[in-house]
């Protein structure tokens, strides 16, 4: 993404870990992958991230159901340790699957190989979802338009966005009475890019929806100083 693109909220984000395994003598534990196939398994979800959200049309195939982002988290294993991850729970409009992946080869493959290892898994993850949520086949890009979508499901909690940095900030709010929806997402947000400058897009440094309507926290320019004549 680049620096003057307005944020906006990823319909999937994906993450994982390895599992950590009791020792002999059950007082600790030991995670079943090293720290370094682990950092390779993040750049290929990374990657792997990037191509589905391309592909499919995953926020009109959520919105059905009121839901806006998928996290799924995989939890890899050399072997079956006892009962494996495979929950689909829900927060507000937030989806946050788990399963489980036993691959005793993870270790040895490289990034790309990860890369084709996990899109079917991940593929499968989300067709469970699609069952367990009513939401039918995860649709290709450009197929969602027919999906009929209801307002996102309202937040747990509703915080206002904020600046990370000490200074002050703007806050762009946008209404949105009938609930929020993807098309007044898209609506809203061609909006801002049509009134803003460049300038003032490249300052915007958080977005995030509400149970009624959409924030923009926009950080103002240093003042230039006036040189005297």
Known sequence: MQDDEPVAIAWLQLVGGAYLAPTSDRRSFEEDFSDQVTDKAWEALGRLQAKLLDEYDGAAWLAQR??????????YRVKKHGRGRSAVPAIGRLLSPEFSVVCPELAEMTVDEMVSFFEPVV???LSVVGERKNLGPLPPAGQGGDLASVPLIPLIEDPSPYDEEPGDCFVITRMAPGGVTPELIARYEADFERLLSEEALGAVIEA??????????????RRRRRRRG
């Not at 929806?209 to 950080?219: E, K």
């Open 66 to 75: 009121g839901y806006e982002r998928v996290s799924l988290g995989l939890e």
């Open 123 to 125: 593929l499968d993850a």
């Open 208 to 221: 995030e929806t509400s149970s009624d309507g959409l924030r923009w926290v926009v950080r103002p320019g």
